[in-house]
């Protein structure tokens, strides 16, 4: 902490003081410091004197704990960063930053009813979509559309003839064979990044790196999905649609 003219600077806090400002109570405060969640006061005489970095340390905890994380995955989190907050909460977005970049959308269920012509069936094919994954249902009765672009190929697939029963087929097969590619990917960064980390006892100077690594992981895993799709896509449709062509040449 920093004096100045032989009295305490006007940032340093007691812990009453420390609970006022960031509404906790003095037993959580303490409870925290037994855990290693927050680094001891400065103590002088026989009063321990706090100051920003506790009063940034809480916010940070607060703001983990309402992202759905433990105490003792917080404690782990700080422990890895070397008891950073900046990068423990720079690593913690990271991880739990969704991969896609795309807005939902608010829909009613008519609206979709009448996108799918499901007419009668609409109630059960919304049960399946969110089953899926793909729609949200809100507390008003209305949904979210998680993905306004697998919506417009449903629409779009419904202007083709296609019913939406079949199309939400095929979304159910597109889900399951995401989930293998996606814990294929997962699997190689735990291996070849996390796994080193955690046998070097999660340096915190490698903190940084890894985060680098799990933001990076997730244009490279779609642009790689992508590409191969489009490469097998090429030569399936060749393939199935050139031998349909060939058929039909030979009737002629």
């Given amino acids: 902490m920093v004096i100045q003219g032989g009295q305490a600077a006007s940032d340093e806090l007691t812990i009453d003081e420390l609970a006022r400002r960031s509404g906790m109570t003095v ?36 703001e983990l704990q309402a992202d759905g994380y433990k105490l003792e995955a917080i404690g782990r989190l700080l422990e890895s960063a070397g008891g950073s907050s900046e ?5 913690t977005r ?6 896609e970049n795309e807005t939902p959308q608010i829909v009613t269920g008519e609206e979709l ?6 007419g009668d069936a609409a109630p059960q094919l919304l049960r399946k979509a969110e089953k899926l994954g793909i ?7 209305k949904f979210e559309e998680l993905s306004p672009r697998l919506g417009q190929a449903s629409a779009e697939l419904a202007a083709l003839g296609i019913p939406a ?10 889900r399951k064979h995401s989930d293998a590619v996606a814990q294929t990917f997962l ?20 903190l940084p790196a890894v985060r680098q690594a799990v933001e990076r992981l ?24 050139g031998r349909e062509v060939e058929r039909m040449q030979m009737r002629r």
Avoid at 87 to 91: C, G, K, P, T, Y
Avoid at 165 to 174: G, K, N, Q, R, Y
Avoid at 218 to 241: G, H, I, K, W, Y
């Fill in 94 to 99: 990271a991880v739990k930053a969704p991969f």
């Fill in 135 to 141: 729609l949200r249902q809100l507390p008003d009765g």
């Fill in 165 to 174: 029963e079949a199309a939400l087929e095929v979304a159910a097969d597109l």
């Fill in 27 to 62: 037993r959580n405060i303490r409870a925290h410091q037994s855990r290693g969640l927050l680094p001891p006061p400065q103590v002088r005489g026989r009063t321990g004197f706090y100051g920003p970095d506790h009063e940034s340390r809480i916010g940070l905890i607060r």
């Fill in 113 to 118: 009813a009448e996108r799918w012509g499901a």
């Fill in 218 to 241: 997730r244009p490279l895993a779609s642009d790689a999905l992508l590409a191969m799709f489009q490469l097998v896509m090429t030569d399936v449709v060749e393939d199935r649609l």
């Fill in 87 to 91: 990068e423990v909460l720079r690593f």
């Fill in 187 to 206: 699997s190689l960064f735990m291996r070849q990044v996390w796994k080193p980390f955690e046998d070097q006892g999660r340096p915190d100077r490698d």
